[in-house]
């Protein structure tokens, strides 16, 4: 899959969120970058940012944009197809984003959104 192809996956993963959703996302940009950091090479994807959940009247002051990064080259490796590759997409955007709300991994779990 081309890196415009795996942005069109993300683009759509995103579409795919409820309106009302994302409507509440707040400063947050999602970006595409074909390698993870090299201490963590299996990872899709990272939320960086404050969760809404920790922030209060004084964060918005100057704040640069949440960051979404969704991996590549991990993702393409573990998935055989390209509705592997969308599906698992979709799944580490809609991961990534719970971040954003504050939703930890172990909830995430639960809700098997692993």
């Known amino acids: 899959m081309t890196r415009g192809d795996f942005e069109d996956a993300v683009r759509d993963a995103l579409d795919e969120i409820p309106d009302e959703l994302a409507a509440q996302m707040d400063n947050v940009v999602v970006l595409v970058e074909d390698d993870p950091p090299a201490d963590?090479?299996?990872?899709?994807g990272v939320y960086d940012g404050v969760p809404l959940t920790e922030r209060d009247d004084s964060w918005a002051m100057g704040a640069l944009p949440d960051r979404i990064t969704i991996f590549r080259r991990p993702t393409l490796a573990m998935c055989e197809?390209?509705?592997?590759v969308v599906?698992?997409?979709?799944?580490?955007?809609?991961?990534?984003i719970a971040h954003h709300f504050g939703i930890d991994d172990e909830r995430l779990h639960a809700l098997g959104w692993g």
């Open 81 to 84: 197809t390209r509705a592997e």
């Open 40 to 44: 963590d090479p299996d990872l899709l």
């Open 87 to 96: 599906e698992e997409v979709l799944v580490t955007v809609v991961h990534e």
